[in-house]
């Protein structure tokens, strides 16, 4: 069986919803730029497939548009939605298939752009409308994560304000930290804008402090002792985030392996738990144990989320997210996936190499893990 390999990895840098420097492209025009990046240098012909994830754009096939535009245009697109899991499912679909030998070298990835997604229409009558995740009911809104994933997780795992607080301010001061050393230059591409050139993440709080968020309201003050707040939550973002995955026969200049995948599904109200059920998973899939990660990035759509990872199973917090996530880069939602692996990739080599697993929740109670092998210089 051939390896699935990471030739490429890049992203955009994230940009703050509907008031930066995003708002006005679209998630055809980032996955246009990103996609492009990814197939610099590449053979054309080699190309077999395009996977975009675009959760919440409104349908149709970003991926086809972005072939077209990368100047590949006998490369099919696939459209591809797992919720906040989907940028993470196009790279486990790209892996699978190159895996399977079916594919020689797929690009894949995400987009997401909350800025300018369209209005969604059904016979006419104009939304706003959002898909429901999972039939709704009292403990798991459909369409109000904060209680769904955030308030559930915490009342679950045991997990008060101050420790989801203290892990937001952490986020941020690592993206900080990380912008601040160059980090992340190497897995950015800049996008131009009808602002300008835009080349760096843009909603990190380099001014937030312990005291502004424990001072922030928390989003239900009807409900009992509510400790999910603007500050422990992720924000709205746009960016888009690629790779290329290619068969290990092709011979390539290799990043990193795709070493396994899992995802896995519960309860929609236990939806925050669920990267505890996919790490463990995947790390089985691989042959590998917990102990044999030197990173992870868990994404914070809440801040609880990774804080009840690291409880449940026993992780050291310094290896996870040590550039941040979504609560200081941002939460694009289709991107991320594939931003959390981009990013992965890019550390583990400035740090020598190592293994590192990605994983997420995503909404109707789904979660899924990614683990990778970045090899040593």
Excluded at 11 to 28: C, M, V
Excluded at 53 to 74: D, F, Q
Excluded at 152 to 162: D, E, F, L, M, S
């Amino acid at each position: 069986m051939s390896e699935a390999v990471l030739v490429a990895a890049l992203r955009t840098p994230i940009g703050t919803a509907f008031k930066g420097s995003l708002r006005e492209t679209t998630a055809h025009e980032l996955a246009d730029r990103v996609v492009a990046a990814v197939a610099e240098g590449l053979d054309p012909g080699l190309v077999d497939d395009v996977v975009l994830a675009e959760s919440h754009y409104g349908g149709g096939v970003v991926a086809r548009h972005a072939a077209l535009t990368a100047g590949l245009p006998h490369v099919p697109g696939l459209a591809l939605n797992r919720h906040c899991a989907a940028g993470l499912a196009a790279v486990q679909s790209a892996a699978a298939s190159v895996r399977a030998g079916m594919d020689r070298l797929v690009l894949a990835g995400g987009v997401n752009s909350a800025s300018t997604a369209p209005k969604l229409s059904f016979w006419g009558a104009e939304g706003p409308w959002v898909p429901p995740s999972h039939p709704d009911r009292p403990d798991a809104p459909n369409l109000d994560m904060s209680i769904t994933v955030g308030w559930n997780t915490a009342v679950r795992a045991g997990i008060g304000r101050a420790e989801m607080d203290a892990w937001a301010l952490r986020s941020h001061r690592n993206a900080v930290r990380a912008l601040d050393e160059g980090r992340f230059k190497d897995e950015t591409v800049p996008v131009d804008t009808p602002h300008g050139t835009f080349d760096a993440d843009e909603h990190p709080r380099r001014d937030t402090s312990a005291e502004r968020l424990a001072a922030l309201k928390p989003l239900h003050p009807e409900i009992e002792g509510f400790s999910i707040t603007a500050g422990n939550a992720c924000g709205a973002n746009d960016a888009a985030a690629a790779v290329a995955v290619a068969d290990s026969r092709l011979g390539l200049p290799e990043l990193a392996t795709v070493r396994a995948w899992a995802t896995v599904a519960t309860d929609p109200a236990e939806t925050g738990l669920t990267p505890v059920l996919a790490i463990p998973k995947a790390l089985d899939r691989a042959g590998l144990a917990l102990t044999d990660v030197d990173l992870f990035e868990i994404n914070e759509a809440f801040a609880v989320v990774p804080v009840a990872a690291v409880h449940r199973l026993g992780l050291d917090p310094d290896t996870v997210n040590v550039n941040g996530s979504g609560c200081s880069l941002g939460h694009p939602v289709a991107a991320t996936g594939t931003r959390m692996v981009v990013t992965l990739v890019h550390e583990l080599r400035r740090r020598g190499g190592g293994v590192g697993v990605a994983a997420m929740c995503a909404g109707g109670g789904m979660g899924s893990a990614l683990v990778l092998e970045v090899p040593a210089p």
